[in-house]
């Protein structure tokens, strides 16, 4: 069973009248790549900034790598990297001597020093860009640069928090690769983001937060099932018989058809989903019928997201209520 690296009690913090994150109890293990997934103002960063001993919680309890977040905040600093908008590199560097400075700043013995920059350099490819300034790296390999700096006192917890905004499609996938081998080599990571599809694509377990509530957490498949255990299949197979249609609603599994020519839309449980999709082409197939295409369509993380946060309108009310704030 693996270690639990962060775990809150009843963590608040409160600005005023407002509660910016309002009693979260949360464990993430060793290892694992948690999300955090919110619209903007919804208390992702302030409660990374707690965890991070930037913000002194109101009330509640943490410990980090085993360390509690108020009585030993030095110890907790040590066990973590950081990476988010408030934290840059020297642009007139290079990438080595950022590094370096670095690592000074963390008091790290001289020889460890320049192993760990050799083994940064030889794992995150930044060998053949180790003389360069930073300036003059891409957004991408900045953003990439930007992890490996937080990672040299070789943390056992790294945050990144919205890490992909600004960044085109190719960088922001590279950087997702990136930082699921970052968890495979056993780091703890916190992905914080706005973007529903993000969690879906890299995260073990995703937390959703909203109006500094975290209302629900589960791997991303758990989330979706909360919307619906369903799942469609939607084909495109013109002048069906009616017969074909009744064989199809008496299969095992199947919830519900209907047929609107030319879509047949079959409806069925998520866990049968492979087999209903077999069994419904042979029968179509077996029939004779024609088949332009085959859909799947199973609930997304975004319809999760609006389902546990109480709808459209609430989200929306949400937002107009930080606008006004601004």
């Not at 069994?279 to 179509?284: M, S």
Request: overall charge negative; charged content about 25%; proline content about 4%.
């Amino acid at each position: 069973m693996r270690e639990t690296t962060i775990s809150t009690r009843d963590l608040t913090k409160i600005f005023g009248n407002f509660a910016a994150v309002d009693g979260v109890n949360l464990d993430i293990p060793e290892g694992e790549l948690f999300g955090l997934l919110g619209p903007n103002g919804a208390g992702k960063t302030t409660l990374v900034r707690m965890l991070c001993t930037l913000l002194e919680p109101t009330r509640g309890t943490a410990t980090i790598a085993g360390y509690d977040l108020r009585k030993e905040a030095a110890e907790v600093r040590r066990q973590i990297g950081v990476v988010s908008d408030g934290v840059s590199l020297y642009r007139d560097l290079t990438v080595e001597e950022n590094l370096r400075l670095l690592g000074t700043l963390y008091d790290l013995p001289k020889n460890r020093m320049e192993q760990r920059i050799d083994e940064l350099l030889g794992m995150f490819n930044f060998r053949d860009k180790a003389k360069r300034l930073v300036s003059t790296l891409s957004t991408g390999w900045a953003k990439r640069m930007m992890i490996v700096a937080a990672l040299i006192h070789d943390p056992k917890i790294l945050f990144l928090d919205e890490v992909t905004s600004g960044l085109d499609p190719q960088s922001a996938v590279a950087l997702r690769r990136f930082t699921r081998d970052l968890c495979d080599s056993g780091v703890t990571v916190i992905w914080t983001t706005h973007y529903m599809q993000e969690p879906e694509m890299i995260c073990d377990r995703v937390g959703i937060i909203f109006e500094g509530r975290l209302i629900q957490i589960g791997a991303p498949s758990e989330l979706r099932q909360s919307v619906s255990e369903q799942t469609a299949l939607e084909i495109e197979t013109p002048n069906l018989p009616a017969e074909v249609v009744r064989k199809i609603s008496s299969l095992e599994d199947v919830c519900k058809v209907t047929y609107d020519p030319p879509i047949l839309r079959v409806t069925c449980t998520s866990e049968g989903a492979g087999k209903i999709e077999e069994n419904v082409t042979r029968i179509l197939i077996g029939s004779g019928a024609r088949l332009r295409a085959i859909n799947t369509k199973r609930p997304t993380l975004e319809e999760a997201f609006i389902f546990l946060t109480g709808g459209e309108e609430e989200i929306e009310r949400f937002i107009e209520k930080g606008r006004g704030k601004g």
